[in-house]
């Protein structure tokens, strides 16, 4: 197994890690070692990409497993955000749901050996779900004692920032999200077509 595949089954090892320190109350900053977890977790999607490609050690593992941690991350951090009422359920079906389905078309283009391969729309929409999810993670602290050390702001104020960032951001999310599925759905038409 080469350095990119180890990095993308480490992300993927890291959810459950995720979890437990951002579901098990009594754990001493539980909350905030979760969300150095899902920002190490995060870097990894990136670094195991640019390795790949760079060392040429692009693998089938790769190509099924790494998009399948991504969708993993995201969905564990989502539905923990749901269970701490940060983010509307709504948001999280939407953008889970859109995952199932692009996950749906690939499944069926690899049965017909045909390869999706990633767009645009999908590597924006991963970026903007990462940067939404952080905000939300980051707001979840009440204490928030490292953001307000680090700007200098009071707790009220650090909150309805964060909240306005999480808000803003996560709408984006939802926004990319649906373009990036219905884009993924027209380009790839003929993959339907082939299954018949």
């Known amino acids: 197994m080469n350095l990119a595949n180890k990095l993308t089954l480490l992300r993927i090892i890291l959810v459950p890690v995720f979890l ?25 999607d990136k670094l195991d990409g640019y390795i ?45 749901a859109r995952e199932f389905a692009v996950t749906g078309l690939r499944s069926v283009a690899a049965a017909e050996g045909l390869v999706i391969a990633a767009s645009w729309w999908g590597k924006l929409k991963t970026v903007i779900q990462i940067i939404a999810i952080l905000f939300a993670l980051l707001s979840l602290d009440i204490r928030l004692r490292v953001f307000r050390e680090l700007f200098g702001i009071k707790l009220n104020e650090a909150l309805t920032i964060l ?34």
């Not at 437990?20 to 920002?39: D, E, K, M, N, S």
């Not at 984006?172 to 990036?180: E, F, L, N, Y």
């Open 20 to 44: 437990v320190f951002i579901g098990v109350r009594g754990i001493p900053y539980g909350r905030g070692i979760a969300t150095l977890i899902f920002i190490i977790a995060s870097l990894t």
């Open 52 to 96: 790949a490609r760079s060392r040429n050690q692009i693998t089938r593992f790769g190509k099924i497993m790494d998009p399948l941690a991504d969708k993993l991350l995201v969905s564990a951090a989502l539905v923990s955000l749901v269970e701490f009422r940060t983010i509307p359920a709504w948001v999280a079906v939407v953008i889970i």
């Open 163 to 196: 909240t306005f960032l999480t808000n803003i951001t996560m709408f984006a999310a939802v926004i990319i999200t649906i373009i990036s599925g219905v884009d993924y759905f027209v380009k790839n038409k003929y993959v339907l077509k082939a299954d018949k």
